[in-house]
């Protein structure tokens, strides 16, 4: 019969070798797991110290919903100095100015809300609802308010400019190899002339334009609108908080300036602050 192989028992030299080898890994990836347990810890302790400052806008924001207007104020008026200003900044701004009882301020945030969003119907609305409380004259309308009101400009521009030089284009290429002349420069000289004036009428009609030299009285009390450029000179007429003047000429501390009604005389320039900023 063949020879019976005898195994070896567990407590052979060379089992207890294989398994010290074996045990060794085992205990090194559990002190690399609570390693790096401890370092998940600490570092989640260390990120959730560092919380990100709320922005002036959501600041703003807050102060309103509380009811502290005048902190909403100076955190819309941060938001638009340190961000990008648009038109809805400008609202929110002219809001807590009416809640603030800063009136004239808030006709100027209105209107520097409309040179951002020229259709904007709720900043128009609120500014006329808000010059009406203020017994402040409004000229009349024109043309200019209502392309500006009704049609994007921008676009207006863009269509204008291009159908200009294709009407230039075509004009020079019926010059030089068109044989029937006529009616293709009828039709060059339409998309030319009609191209350049949808282009102007959009320029003009840009509130930007439109208020380059308008002002709005920065007072809560009806000011004076002087004869000569003297404290003491004759009243011509009494202007509101928050009315706006056309701004004709600067001679020193004073602005000879213009009501929508086309009263002429002088104010200080400390009393108006101007429409369109100054960049």
């Given at each position: 019969?063949?020879?019976?192989?005898?195994?070896?028992?567990?407590?052979?030299?060379?089992?207890?070798?294989?398994?010290?080898?074996?045990?060794?890994?085992?205990?090194?990836?559990?002190?690399?797991?609570?390693?790096?347990?401890?370092?998940?810890?600490?570092?989640?302790?260390?990120?959730?110290?560092?919380?990100?400052?709320?922005?002036?806008?959501?600041?703003?924001?807050?102060?309103?919903?509380?009811?502290?207007?005048?902190?909403?104020?100076?955190?819309?008026?941060?938001?638009?100095?340190?961000?990008?200003?648009?038109a809805g900044l400008y609202e929110n701004l002219?809001?807590?100015?009416?809640?603030?009882?800063?009136?004239?301020?808030?006709?100027?945030?209105?209107?520097?809300?409309?040179?951002?969003?020229?259709?904007?119907?709720?900043?128009?609305?609120?500014?006329?609802?808000?010059?009406?409380?203020?017994?402040?004259?409004?000229?009349?309308?024109?043309?200019?308010?209502?392309?500006?009101?009704?049609?994007?400009?921008?676009?207006?521009?863009?269509?204008?400019?291009?159908?200009?030089?294709?009407?230039?284009?075509?004009?020079?290429?019926?010059?030089?190899?068109?044989?029937?002349?006529?009616?293709?420069?009828?039709?060059?000289?339409?998309?030319?002339?009609?191209?350049?004036?949808?282009?102007?009428?959009?320029?003009?009609?840009?509130?930007?334009?439109?208020?380059?030299?308008?002002?709005?009285?920065?007072?809560?009390?009806?000011?004076?609108?002087?004869?000569?450029?003297?404290?003491?000179?004759?009243?011509?007429?009494?202007?509101?908080?928050?009315?706006?003047?056309?701004?004709?000429?600067?001679?020193?501390?004073?602005?000879?300036?213009?009501?929508?009604?086309?009263?002429?005389?002088?104010?200080?320039?400390?009393?108006?602050?101007?429409?369109?900023?100054?960049?």
């Amino acid at each position: 019969p063949p020879a019976i192989r005898r195994r070896r028992s567990p407590s052979t030299p060379a089992n207890a070798k294989r398994s010290s080898t074996t045990s060794k890994p085992l205990m090194l990836n559990s002190k690399n797991n609570s390693g790096r347990f401890l370092i998940t810890v600490v570092l989640s302790f260390v990120l959730s110290s560092f919380t990100c400052p709320a922005s002036p806008r959501e600041e703003a924001a807050e102060a309103f919903a509380k009811g502290d207007f005048p902190a909403a104020v100076r955190g819309y008026e941060t938001a638009i100095a340190v961000g990008s200003p648009s038109a809805g900044l400008y609202e929110n701004l002219a809001t807590a100015q009416i809640r603030a009882g800063q009136r004239p301020q808030a006709v100027l945030s209105l209107y520097r809300a409309v040179l951002l969003d020229p259709n904007g119907l709720d900043a128009r609305m609120a500014l006329s609802d808000l010059e009406r409380s203020l017994g402040v004259p409004r000229p009349p309308s024109d043309w200019k308010e209502f392309v500006a009101e009704k049609l994007p400009l921008r676009a207006l521009v863009i269509v204008g400019c291009s159908l200009a030089w294709l009407g230039a284009f075509l004009i020079l290429v019926i010059a030089f190899k068109s044989r029937s002349k006529f009616w293709p420069s009828v039709a060059a000289g339409v998309c030319l002339i009609g191209g350049g004036a949808l282009a102007a009428a959009g320029f003009l009609a840009d509130p930007r334009f439109v208020q380059r030299d308008s002002a709005v009285l920065m007072t809560d009390e009806p000011f004076a609108l002087l004869a000569a450029p003297a404290d003491q000179s004759e009243t011509l007429a009494s202007l509101p908080g928050g009315a706006t003047v056309k701004i004709l000429r600067k001679s020193g501390d004073w602005v000879f300036a213009q009501t929508p009604s086309g009263i002429k005389g002088w104010v200080p320039t400390k009393a108006l602050e101007a429409i369109v900023p100054s960049s």
